[in-house]
């Protein structure tokens, strides 16, 4: 498959590994490609999320990924549900951080005292470039460009689709800013 991925959608995977070893996480999460996503300069992504005023809401964008992650990767939905039953996320996380600091629901940070070296890519993140491949399909695209990776993200459930959309980038968004109306154009060069 990564022999069909553009430079851009490389660019992406390599960028989202970086990120994860800044992290200092075991893994690449599907957050890791969205960052790598943001950091992307041109192209196709980089114009999709300046014409829809992601990329002036980065910070925030980025305050709603870490604020997921100290809830333990629960969507909003999934702490709504948990309300419904009577159970407050929020004062669960602040006795958890209480006890154990800051970020402790966060998980996937690696064991320091012994770690290969590897990040492998979570079932999230290698579903999210399955999905990217099936959408370049769906398209009739011959490769899988970062725009078919941002659409995957904003395709499959979860907080990443989550936070894109709180900034206005859902699925349809991201397709009109990409193809036009109609879907079936090449995006502006930007």
Not at 5 to 20: K, N, P
Request: charged residues 30%; hydrophobic residues 45%.
């Amino acid at each position: 498959m990564f022999e069909r991925f553009t430079e851009d959608a490389r660019a992406v995977v390599t960028g989202a590994v970086a990120r994860s070893e800044r992290a200092e996480a075991s893994t690449v999460t599907e957050e890791h490609l969205l960052l790598a996503l943001l950091d992307l300069q041109g192209g196709r992504a980089s114009f999709a999320f300046r014409a829809l005023g992601v990329s002036d809401r980065r910070e925030a964008l980025e305050s709603s990924l870490d604020r997921a992650r100290r809830r333990g990767g629960l969507t909003k939905a999934d702490e709504g549900a948990l309300a419904g039953l009577g159970i407050d996320v929020a004062e669960i996380v602040a006795r958890v951080e209480e006890v154990h600091g800051e970020g402790a629901l966060a998980g996937d940070r690696r064991n320091r005292r012994w770690w290969s070296g590897h990040r492998s890519l979570t079932r999230g993140a290698k579903d999210t470039l399955v999905k990217a491949l099936r959408i370049a399909v769906g398209r009739r695209d011959r490769v899988i460009g970062a725009e078919h990776i941002l659409l995957a993200l904003t395709a499959r459930p979860g907080v990443v689709a989550e936070a894109l959309a709180d900034h206005g980038a859902t699925y349809t968004a991201v397709e009109r800013a990409l193809f036009g109306t109609g879907g079936g154009g090449a995006a502006p060069a930007g």
